[in-house]
Structures are given as structure tokens and as C-alpha cells.
Nanobody, 122 residues
Framework: VQLQACGGGLVQAGGSLRLSCSAS????????MGWFRQAPGKGREFVAA???????YYADSVKGRFTISRDNAKNTVYLQIDSLEPEDTADYSC?????????????????WGQGTQVTVSS
């Protein structure tokens, strides 16, 4: 599976962005998909995941502002980010893992895409 994220940019605090992650391959619908971010000088952080059946999971820090969704017909997963805060500034990456993994949705991803930069100005 090859992944490509896009949609990042420079926005003012309070604004919104929608990130997209396109996947190659015919079996996209059988993968759990996740979004992660890495801020300058910090480690990678789980943001959100959506499993193969469409159930969504979020990090506590983004609940209520981030919405993950997927369109299996387009092999794409989205991350809608509302009420952006300067603390959301990071490189955002998408990832995929085969369904039915027993671990939590914040770990054990096999495939990673190139990130897209989100910068939020105050």
C-alpha cells in the first residue's frame, strides 16, 4: 500500500483544514487507517483512526475538533480539522494496517505516507 497525504497549509487560529490521504491498491477497504502528527522537537503522536468498518477513534486532545472519515470508492481517508490551535502545528501523516489487529488503533501500522505540514498562526 502506498499512501500520499495532502491538504496541509498555513492557517490562522480558529480556521479549518481538511487533509486527504490517497491509497494505492484494491484492498483499501480492508485496512484500518490512522492519522498521526509530529510537532517540531516532539515525538510522533496518534491523532485519529478509522477502522475498516468505519468506526472512528480519537486522541483525547483532539476530540470534538477533528473528524476522520473514509471513502472506500476513492481509496481516500480524510481528516477534518476545525478550530485550529497553534498547538496543532505539526507534520501530519497517514498510515495503514491490515484489519483485525488486536492492538489499539494508535499502534502497529505497517504502511506510512509522506506527511503534509500544517502550520497554525496565532
Amino acid at each position: 500500500v502506498q499512501l500520499q497525504a495532502c491538504g496541509g497549509g498555513l492557517v490562522q487560529a480558529g480556521g479549518s483544514l481538511r487533509l486527504s490521504c490517497s491509497a494505492s491498491g484494491r484492498t483499501f477497504s480492508s485496512y484500518d487507517m490512522g492519522w498521526f502528527r509530529q510537532a517540531p522537537g516532539k515525538g510522533r503522536e496518534f491523532v485519529a483512526a478509522i477502522n475498516w468498518s468505519g468506526s472512528a477513534y480519537y486522541a483525547d486532545s483532539v476530540k470534538g475538533r477533528f473528524t476522520i472519515s473514509r471513502d472506500n470508492a476513492k481509496n481516500t481517508v480524510y481528516l477534518q480539522i476545525d478550530s485550529l490551535e497553534p498547538e496543532d502545528t505539526a507534520d501530519y501523516s497517514c498510515a495503514a494496517r491490515p484489519r483485525f489487529r488486536r492492538s489499539g488503533y494508535e499502534k502497529e501500522y505497517d504502511y506510512w505516507g509522506q506527511g503534509t505540514q500544517v502550520t497554525v498562526s496565532s
